[in-house]
């Protein structure tokens, strides 16, 4: 599917790459979703994929909130930016590693469902028009909203189906 460029791409995308992320964790055997895997150094587990997407939600759920309410504030959390957000990454995967599964799984469809209802409420163009909003300086929100759901949707089903090719339980 090529990359949602209107509201109505954005959810359909965002629904279906939810869907398809979960029937693959659903079609796993319970060791297969608890195993390690074997190729990866920070995401390790599935457990580790769904907080990642979990926090990527808050992100963009806290930055709009906070933009739409007058309180000026960047999508990355100081001190990061975008050429050392990969240590908010990993600092997101140290604060999860005692978050059993099941919980991740309930945050993140949690998470999911707020950053839907958000979409819902803005209109195509100030998804997609560019300069609708100066907070996102010159990017759409919606290329955010985007990148938050169904892009990353995507990249955790091949980290998932990964795994699933290359897991071979321990006898």
Not at 37 to 46: A, K, L, Y
Not at 70 to 83: D, Q, R, V
Request: with cysteine; hydrophobic share 35%; net charge neutral.
């Amino acid at each position: 599917m090529a990359r949602p460029a209107t509201k109505s791409d954005l959810l359909a995308a965002a629904g279906e790459g939810f869907d398809k992320l979960r029937k693959l964790i659903d079609s796993m055997t319970d060791e297969y979703q608890n195993a390690e895997f074997g190729f990866e150094d920070r995401d390790r587990n599935v457990r580790d994929v769904l907080i990642h997407l979990c926090e990527w939600h808050r992100l963009l759920l806290n930055w709009i909130e906070a933009n739409r309410d007058g309180k000026p504030k960047p999508f990355l959390p100081e001190p990061y930016n975008w050429k050392t957000y990969s240590g908010m990454n990993v600092e997101f995967w140290r604060q999860h590693q005692s978050t059993p599964l099941a919980e991740a799984k309930m945050m993140l469809k949690e998470s999911h469902g707020k950053v839907l209802a958000l979409i819902e409420i803005f209109s195509n163009d100030e998804l997609f028009a560019r300069q609708q909003f100066a907070w996102t300086g010159g990017t759409t929100l919606g290329s955010y909203c985007v990148s938050a759901t169904s892009s990353h949707y995507d990249w955790a089903v091949r980290k998932i189906g990964k795994h699933v090719k290359s897991y071979r339980p321990v006898v």
